[in-house]
């Protein structure tokens, strides 16, 4: 193999693209100068993988309010700051409450510390990975979006709900590690156990 050759199948052999990358792009939600980064984030999965109907701007005030015996069926469950933050088990509660009512079985969980190789072997396993991103300058910073690729030369390609065009948009890899770090590498993660079909009977 000569060095022409090589250079032209690197990108495709170090490259890694989530199957639901076409769908989480195309159910796209824009926040707005909102701060419901995460609701929006979770509306994407859920409209675009779940087949949900869910309105992204009607799920964040969802959020806002405590779940009446959410923890341990007897006290309430604090999802988020209302319209500010929201908590990673806020996001779990609203992929598992409005996932149940699609034809898709889905597990959902998060977890801290998940490095990139974590990242990546989600992606290829076919996982819907929320990370979340931040930073500490000016002042504390904190972002959800969801990962649907990773390039070796353009970094990592999320959906982002901050942004109001639906194409993918490239982190670089330098810069997602530091704002990954930032965040204690916190995601929340989901595994689909089956796939909606869009021609089920109702």
Not at 24 to 36: E, F, P, T
Not at 49 to 60: C, E, N, R
Not at 64 to 92: H, I, K, M, N, Y
Request: glycine share 10%; charged share 20%; net charge positive.
């Amino acid at each position: 193999m000569n060095d022409s050759q090589r250079r032209e199948r690197q990108p495709v052999s170090l490259s890694v693209v989530s199957p639901h990358a076409e769908a989480i792009l195309a159910a796209h939600c824009y926040q707005g100068a909102s701060n419901d980064c995460a609701p929006f984030a979770a509306a994407m999965v859920l409209n675009g993988v779940l087949g949900a109907d869910v309105d992204p701007i009607g799920l964040a005030r969802e959020l806002d309010r405590p779940r009446p015996r959410g923890l341990a069926g007897l006290l309430p469950l604090f999802r988020r700051v209302p319209r500010s933050a929201t908590f990673p088990w806020g996001v779990v509660d609203a992929l598992r409450e409005h996932g149940r009512h699609s034809d898709a079985a889905i597990e959902v969980g998060w977890r801290v510390l998940a490095g990139p190789d974590a990242l990546l072997a989600g992606l290829a396993r076919g996982e819907l990975l929320l990370p979340y991103v931040g930073g500490f300058r000016p002042r504390p910073w904190g972002h959800v979006v969801v990962l649907i690729g990773w390039d070796a030369k353009l970094g990592w390609g999320v959906a982002d709900p901050q942004r109001p065009t639906d194409e993918i948009f490239w982190i670089p890899d330098e810069l997602f590690r530091k704002r990954r770090r930032a965040m204690a590498g916190l995601v929340v993660i989901a595994h689909l156990r089956s796939i909606p079909s869009l021609n089920s009977a109702p």
